[in-house]
């Protein structure tokens, strides 16, 4: 599109007539407007669902610059505390997001290498350009809301319509920058998996400081809390332009001078930094994914040459190899993480005790993990439904890397559970439960993968795209699929509990009734499956083919 408007909007007699235009930045901004108005040419709900997010950031900045206005009539110290960690908190924001998540730059300064621009100009029309978008709207608009909060004389206001300036160009240059680095070190799709997976890591590690202050007795606590976290931000690069009225305003004239001395220097790098990349961006093309070459036939070569074995090595290789697969596997120690920091933030369970949860948690989730298996297939299930693959070999197949990671998770990390409570009597109870709820997960799977396949992101999207054919059924087969685990693994669970909390007896008990269940839970939902997989092979591969 980009290239569409260029030709239209620039006269063609010559390259030197196109350099002249493309110097204007508002050239370019009217391009951005171009690409944005675009959106809204896509389907009636998509159209729908983008008015509705920009109704949703208009009412947000509507409070957040009635806040701010409201702020004025407040003593200066607390006011000054919340708008520096705020300042900086958006001002990361711009930073880190792009290298985080990745963003797709509609201005890609590639795209006008044929145009021959001074990079000066080209730097400094596509800065001007990004100004363009729903966030940088909303910051600057909140940036002058700052001038009326610190209102409180001419030449304070003054200099926080100075230091709102600064601070939006540092949001604006970040995120260029930001922006700029995610599309050249991660312009292959595993790359942009990778930082995906890592991205929502450290949205799932940092939920337990997030609980944390949500619990904080702000009444009491919360005001200090912030003035400790704010006197810390105001040195930094992102803080430094939020602090400086703030500081001018509660008479730390000398903090300030700093403060402004940090807020100029900061866009100034930020430009020479961007101003490099967009000069090392024009010359130097996108980088290509590596072709990695598989010596050997790899699991084909070990696992038995029957049918299962062919299924089970084609099922190893996704799992090693995919990153829809991995980006799960990544997921399941990290979601006890989450819920033990919740209990122990609010002191639900006694410490103590949260040493037992970690590993049924995963295994869980381990044995939930395939409930959709045939889906990641997509038309390539094509290859079991024409060759005639047994129902019961592709079942067995499907389960042989998930248990090939499960059981030794469960037999080590019962070991390492029971060795952190510090009573080993557990160490029974502990198996019996994992395995139950592995092996019953995996039963279960054997079963929905088979009569429920719902759609998952293609090969090559990004394990966190879902398609937008996913709705009522893919949840409640998600769920029902959880409840059924837990209701298997229940006989284990009631008697490790008891073996716990009163006589150790029944800890024997709950090994038992672990392995039993789970042996019997497997054993029928792989049977049960391998007759539903040859009774629906058609219909499989027609939800496959109408999901492509």
Known sequence: MAAQFLRVTLPRPSARGARELLQDAPLLMRLKLALLGGAFRRSPWQVVGLVI???????ATVLLVAGLIAARLFDADPVRNVIIVAGTAVTTGFLLLPLVFGVDDTLDPRRFAP??????????????????????????????????????????????????????????????????????VLDTRRARDLTGVIGVLLVVL???????????DWSRDGLSAVGVL???????????????????????????????LIALATPAALWLAWRALVAHIMVTPGRSAEVKVYPGLGWFGVLPARPWGAVAARSLSYWMRDPRYWASLVMIPIIPVLILGALAVVHAVPTPYLALLPLPIMMVFLGWSAHNDVAYDGTAIWLHVVSGTAG??????????????????????????????????????LIGVCAAELLAGLGLSSITSALVPYPVPKPGDSPFQQPQSVGAAAAF??????????????????????????????????????????VLALAGGVFAGAAIFNRRGPQILDAAVRAA
């Open 115 to 184: 145009f021959g621009i001074p990079t000066d100009r080209l730097a400094a029309g596509l800065a001007a350009a990004s100004v363009v978008s729903v966030p940088a709207a909303v910051t600057a608009v909140c940036s002058l809301a700052t001038v009326i909060t610190w209102s409180r004389g001419f030449w304070l206001a003054v200099l926080a319509l100075i230091c709102a300036a600064l601070g939006f160009a540092t949001c604006v240059l970040a995120a260029r920058v930001a922006t700029a680095v995610a599309g050249f």
């Open 230 to 260: 704010a006197d810390i931000l105001r040195w930094s690069p992102m803080g430094a332009a939020w602090a400086v009225p703030a500081d001018t305003a509660a008479g730390h004239g000398g903090a300030a001078a700093v403060e402004l």
């Open 206 to 216: 940092i939920s337990p400081l997030v609980l944390s202050l949500v619990n904080v």
């Open 53 to 59: 997010a920009c109704l949703y950031g208009a009412f």
């Open 477 to 518: 087969v998600q769920s029902f699929s959880l409840v059924v685990i837990l209701m298997l693994s229940a006989p284990a669970i009631v008697f490790a509990v008891l073996g716990v909390f009163q006589d150790p007896s029944w800890l024997g008990l709950s090994l038992a009734a672990g392995l039993a269940v789970g």
């Open 392 to 429: 019961l070999a592709d079942r067995v197949g499907r389960l042989f890397p998930v248990l090939l990671i499960g059981v030794p998770v469960v037999v080590v990390g019962s070991i390492v559970s029971a060795a952190y409570y510090g009573d080993w009597r557990v160490l029974p109870a």
